[in-house]
C-alpha cells in the first residue's frame, strides 16, 4: 500500500512525499507544514549542520534541518544576484562534509538518527549544487559508498528505503536546470563497483522471495530503471549497461515472481526492466526471458490483463499499455509461444497480426520519452537570454496543467460520453511512465549557464568548463522488436464476427476469459503447494475449447455454415489463407462421413473453394469416383451437389 501510494503521488507531482519511520516532529518545524519555510530559515538550519548552537548536538541540528526543509531539497539553493547574498553552494557542500564526518559509528547509530541522516542527505543532493558534490567533493562517493553498504547489512527495511532513495536521487537529477554530463559522471561513479551491485541485488532478490519490503523493493527498481530503462539508460555508461543487464538478467525467475505482485507499482517497474532486457539484451538473454515467460506463468495473466482491462482508469490502462507490450515481446520470433497462441485463440482472430490494415481509432504509444539527443543538441547550439528561457518553463508548467486539467475531465465524464474515452487514451502516455518523468518541468533540463562576478551569461556550462567535450549519449539498441499488427488484433478481439473463418462474440470471449482464469488460479496454488520446490508452468499441455461452437460445423479452421451463406450472400472477399488444405479437408470429410447432409455440405463447400481457388488448389484427380458416384446417387440433394461440383 505505501510502495503504490508513494508512487502515485510521486506521479502526480507531489515531490515533497516521502516515507519515515517515525512521525514528523512538528515541533521543529519553524513554519506550518502546508506552505514552505522561509529563505532564512532554510538557510539557517543548513548552516546549523556544520555548527550546531550551544546546546544542540548533530542529531538534533539533522532532524531539525530535515523538519524545515523540504524532501525535494532546498528552495533556495542557488546564489541571487545581489549585493551581500550568501554563497549557496558553498553553504550545501559544507553540510555534506559536515553529514560525512561527524556521521558517527555507522554500525552502533540508533536506526532512528541514521534514517535522519539519509533523509538530510537526500534533501541536500536533490539540490543541484549537493548532485555535483558527489563526483567534486573530496571523499564524498567512498564516505556514501560505504554508509549505504553498511546501512543495507543492517537489514532494516525503513533504513533500506532511506538508503535507496537517496541513491536514486543521485542517480537522477531531482532539480531543475541540470546538465546531462553531471548525470554521467555521477551514474558512472554509483555502478563503477560490481560487489555494491551484487550485494543490492542479493538483497532485493530475498525480499522478493520471501514476499516482503515492498518499499525496499520499489526503491531498487527505480534504481534500476534510471540505469536500464529508456529514456534514462541513454546516460548510462554501454559498458556498466550490460554488466548491469546481465545481472538483473541471471535473476530472471526473480523478475517474474514481481508480475505476481499485488503492487501496481511494483508490476509496472517489472515489466519496465523486462522490456529493456528482451530489447536491449543478447539474443541469448531475450530468449531465455521468452521462455521463462512460459515456465513462470507470466504470459497467460498479463494476456488476460492485455485483452479484458476494460477502463477509464488509468491505473487499469497502465497495467494494460504494460500487458500488451510484454505479450508483443514474448511472442516475437518464438515457437512454441505462438503454437500456445494458436491452441488459446481461433486462427480467425490471429490472422489480424499479419494484416496491414491500420486501426480505425488511432491508437498511441503511451510511453513518453525525452529525447536526449535533442536535448545535448540544443544545450550546443542554443543561445538565448533569461528572459526566453523564463518564458520556457512558463509555457512548459502550463502545459503540464493543461494536460492533468484534460485528465481529471476525462474522469469525471466518462460514463456521460465516448469522446471522453478517446481524450482518455490520448493522455494515457503518462500513465505508463516512471514517476520521476512525470515532474512536469523539473524533467526538462534547460541550459547550464555560467555566470561570472563581471560578466552576464556566456554560453553552456558543459561548454565552458575547462574545453569538456560534447556529450555522447549511449545509442539504444533493439534486438527485439515485433512486427506484428497488434494494435489492429486488440481492436478487432473487442469486436464480434460472423464469418467462415471466425466467430467471435461475448460468450466466446467469456469462454477464454474463464479458461485464462482457472488455470492461473491453478497453477498459483500448485506453487504454493510445492512450498520451496521449483515448478514450470506445463504450457503444452493448455488448450482453450470453446463449447459453444459445438454445434457448428467445423472442418479445418472453416465454419461451413457461415461459408456458404457467404458464398449466397456474394461480393465478400475470400477469407481462406492455406486454400489447398482446406480443400483436401473437406474431400478426406467427404469421403469418410456416411451422413448424406454432412456429404453434401462438403460438396457444396468444395464447390466454392475450387471455384475461387483452383489456381492454388491445382487439378482434381478424382473426376472419375465423382462420376461414378453421381451414376449411384439415389438422392435428389446430393445428386443436385455432384452436379454443381
Not at 198 to 224: K, S
Not at 287 to 306: D, V
Request: aromatic share 8%; charged share 25%.
Amino acid at each position: 500500500l505505501l510502495a503504490s501510494l508513494l508512487d502515485g503521488a510521486r506521479a502526480a507531482g507531489n515531490p515533497d512525499v516521502h516515507v519515515r519511520m517515525s512521525p514528523l516532529e512538528r515541533g521543529k518545524r519553524l513554519g506550518p507544514l502546508d506552505l514552505p519555510c522561509h529563505e532564512e530559515i532554510e538557510s539557517s538550519s543548513l548552516k546549523f549542520l556544520t555548527t550546531q548552537p550551544v546546546g544542540w548536538d548533530f542529531a538534533q541540528a539533522v532532524s531539525r534541518f530535515n523538519a524545515n526543509v523540504s524532501y525535494s531539497g532546498l528552495l533556495h539553493a542557488t546564489t541571487q544576484e545581489h549585493l551581500f547574498a550568501e554563497n549557496k553552494e558553498k553553504l550545501i557542500s559544507a553540510g555534506i562534509s559536515s553529514l560525512i564526518s561527524k556521521e558517527g559509528d555507522q554500525e552502533s547509530i540508533p536506526l532512528l538518527e541514521l534514517e535522519q541522516q539519509f533523509h538530510a542527505l537526500r534533501r541536500l543532493v536533490a539540490s543541484k549544487a549537493g548532485f555535483s558534490c558527489f563526483t567534486t567533493l573530496p571523499g564524498f562517493r567512498e564516505k556514501v559508498g560505504w554508509k549505504v553498504a553498511k546501512a543495507l547489512k543492517r537489514n532494516d527495511d525503513g533504513i533500506s528505503h532511506a538508503a535507496i532513495d537517496m541513491l536514486c536521487a543521485l542517480m537522477e537529477p531531482m532539480h531543475q536546470d541540470y546538465d546531462l554530463r553531471q548525470e554521467q559522471l555521477n551514474k558512472s561513479s554509483l555502478l563503477s563497483s560490481e560487489k555494491f551491485l551484487d550485494g543490492l541485488l542479493d538483497m532485493w532478490t530475498g525480499l522478493v522471495v520471501r514476499q516482503a519490503g515492498a518499499l525496499v523493493v520499489a526503491g531498487v527498481l527505480d534504481f534500476l530503471t534510471f540505469s536500464l530503462c529508456s529514456p534514462y539508460s541513454e546516460t548510462t555508461d554501454g559498458k556498466q549497461f550490460d554488466t548491469l543487464l546481465e545481472k538483473v538478467a541471471g535473476r530472471g525467475r526473480t523478475l517474474f515472481r514481481l508480475f505476481q505482485h499485488p503492487s501496481m507499482t511494483i508490476v509496472k517497474g517489472a515489466g519496465l526492466i523486462m522490456k529493456a532486457i528482451i530489447e536491449e539484451g543478447e539474443e541469448e538473454i531475450g530468449a531465455r526471458m521468452q521462455q521463462l515467460a512460459l515456465a513462470e506463468g507470466a504470459l497467460p495473466q498479463h494476456l488476460l490483463t492485455a485483452l479484458y482491462t476494460q477502463s477509464a482508469d488509468g491505473r487499469f490502462l497502465t497495467n494494460r499499455q504494460l500487458s500488451r507490450h510484454l505479450v508483443g515481446l514474448w511472442t516475437t520470433s518464438t515457437a512454441p509461444t505462438m503454437e500456445l497462441m494458436k491452441r488459446i485463440l481461433p486462427a480467425g482472430l490471429l490472422t489480424f497480426l499479419e494484416s496491414e490494415d491500420t486501426v480505425p481509432n488511432d491508437d498511441i504509444d503511451r510511453l513518453n520519452t525525452r529525447d536526449n539527443l535533442k536535448l545535448a543538441m540544443e544545450a550546443d547550439k542554443k543561445d538565448s537570454n533569461a528572459v526566453l528561457l523564463a518564458a520556457g518553463k512558463g509555457l512548459a508548467t502550463a502545459k503540464v496543467a493543461a494536460l492533468a486539467t484534460a485528465e481529471l475531465v476525462t474522469e469525471k465524464t466518462y460514463v456521460y460520453t465516448d469522446q471522453a474515452k478517446k481524450i482518455a487514451e490520448k493522455h494515457m502516455e503518462l500513465a505508463l511512465t516512471h514517476w520521476r518523468q512525470r515532474m512536469g518541468s523539473n524533467w526538462q533540463p534547460s541550459i547550464n549557464w555560467v555566470r561570472s562576478d563581471t560578466s552576464p551569461s556566456t554560453g553552456p556550462a558543459w561548454l565552458s568548463k575547462n574545453n569538456e567535450r560534447p556529450i555522447v549519449l549511449r545509442k539504444r539498441r533493439e534486438h527485439v522488436k515485433s512486427t506484428a499488427n497488434w494494435l489492429l488484433f486488440y481492436y478487432h478481439f473487442n469486436k464480434d464476427h460472423s464469418k467462415s473463418n471466425l466467430i467471435w462474440n461475448y460468450k466466446t470471449r467469456e469462454e477464454l476469459r474463464e479458461g485464462l482464469e482457472s488455470e492461473i488460479a491453478a497453477f498459483k496454488q500448485a506453487r504454493e503447494l510445492s512450498g520451496k520446490a521449483m515448478i514450470s508452468w506445463n504450457h503444452t499441455e493448455f488448450r482453450v475449447d470453446y463449447n459453444s461452437l459445438g454445434e457448428e460445423i467445423r472442418i479445418g479452421d472453416y465454419f461451413l455454415r457461415l461459408l456458404l451463406e457467404e458464398d449466397q450472400m456474394g461480393g465478400q472477399e475470400s477469407v481462406i489463407t492455406d486454400s489447398s488444405t482446406f480443400f483436401n479437408d473437406l474431400y478426406h470429410r467427404f469421403l469418410l462421413t456416411p451422413k448424406v447432409e454432412m456429404k453434401c455440405l462438403c460438396l457444396q463447400a468444395m464447390a466454392i473453394v475450387y471455384g475461387r481457388h483452383w489456381e492454388d488448389i491445382g487439378p482434381f484427380h478424382d473426376t472419375r469416383y465423382i462420376l461414378a458416384m453421381l451414376d449411384r446417387s439415389v438422392d435428389r440433394q446430393e445428386r443436385d451437389r455432384l452436379v454443381l461440383f
